[in-house]
């Protein structure tokens, strides 16, 4: 596929559509004999005159009036294709998140956001580890691992872990002293959250001066969202983020009166830094950053699902 000089073609596309050779300088952020010259160019390359110049007036000859009709739509459809790459399609926001925070803290949202900002289309996609941060996947991503280049990267809130357990559980563990009565139960403990089995809970007594008990019966889960639902049905004891007590959200689920774990982890809203005049993107942004905020200051923090 052999091109004409893109940036000749531009010239002459502007020149024609405003009519002016100075009116199209100004849009192009170029001098007019720059302009003058690229026109020149391409018709060199063509090899037919495109303009009929008589002094400082011009007209289209029948080549430069059949050129301008082929390309200039074709102009049109590559800007048309850049900006959807660059500023969104203008259509839905589609935003990439782990599957736990959409599910037990997100989609819970969803009436309000719809309620507060209408104009807003969101569109999501849940995963269950870390998103790759690319066109193909979303136009913004919440994740604990943001790319080290060509993003911006909003934090939201920090990441902490708490003990939860089922209600039928809870009232076999007030029947002991803290933190005994959890060694009795089995532990639910999520790979994910440290890369390791039994790495959450290790750290957890570590953190609170606790030695973990060798006879202490485990169960391994992959991920939170798994854990949070299996704790709720009394199945054993979690460790999980703040928001799956969300009040919108909880099913069940009973805070065990023990201290938290912060893992050292933060959540961070994740876009393309040529998306950042995008309006919905950073209404978006604000609403989220708004929830967080609300979330944290009931002491019920807003935390991240370092897994789906």
Excluded at 40 to 67: C, I, K, M, N, V
Aim: aromatic residues 8%; proline residues 6%; charged residues 15%.
């Amino acid at each position: 596929m052999k091109l004409p000089p893109l940036r000749a073609t531009q010239c002459f596309e502007a020149v024609v559509r405003l009519n002016s050779f100075s009116l199209a300088a100004q849009a192009l952020h170029i001098t007019q004999s720059a302009v003058s010259h690229q026109v020149r160019q391409l018709e060199d390359y063509l090899g037919e005159p495109l303009l009929a110049r008589q002094g400082r007036h011009w007209s289209l000859t029948p080549s430069g009036q059949r050129f301008y009709e082929q390309t200039a739509q074709a102009l049109l459809q590559l800007a048309n294709a850049a900006s959807v790459f660059r500023d969104g399609s203008g259509g839905p926001i589609r935003l990439a998140l782990y599957s736990s925070l959409a599910v037990k803290w997100l989609i819970p949202r969803l009436p309000l956001l719809k309620q507060q900002h209408p104009e807003l289309q969101l569109s999501l996609n849940m995963v269950a580890d870390n998103p790759q941060c690319s066109d193909q996947l979303g136009d913004c991503f919440i994740t604990v691992k943001p790319p080290s280049s060509g993003m911006i990267c909003q934090q939201l809130y920090q990441e902490r872990l708490l003990p939860v357990c089922g209600q039928r559980t809870w009232q076999q563990l007030q029947q002991q002293p803290l933190p005994q009565a959890l060694w009795s139960q089995p532990l639910l403990s999520v790979q994910s959250s440290f890369g390791a089995p039994q790495e959450d809970w290790r750290r957890w007594c570590q953190h609170n001066g606790w030695q973990l008990p060798s006879e202490v019966q485990f169960q391994h889960l992959s991920h939170m969202l798994l854990a949070a639902e299996a704790a709720r049905f009394d199945q054993g004891i979690a460790l999980v983020n703040h928001y799956m007590l969300d009040d919108l959200a909880s099913h069940d689920l009973v805070r065990i009166p023990l201290p938290e774990l912060l893992t050292g982890d933060s959540f961070y809203f994740v876009y393309k830094a040529s998306r950042q005049r995008q309006p919905q993107l950073l209404l978006l942004l604000h609403w989220l950053q708004q929830q967080s905020l609300q979330y944290g200051s009931a002491s019920t923090a807003v935390s991240a699902a370092a897994i789906g």
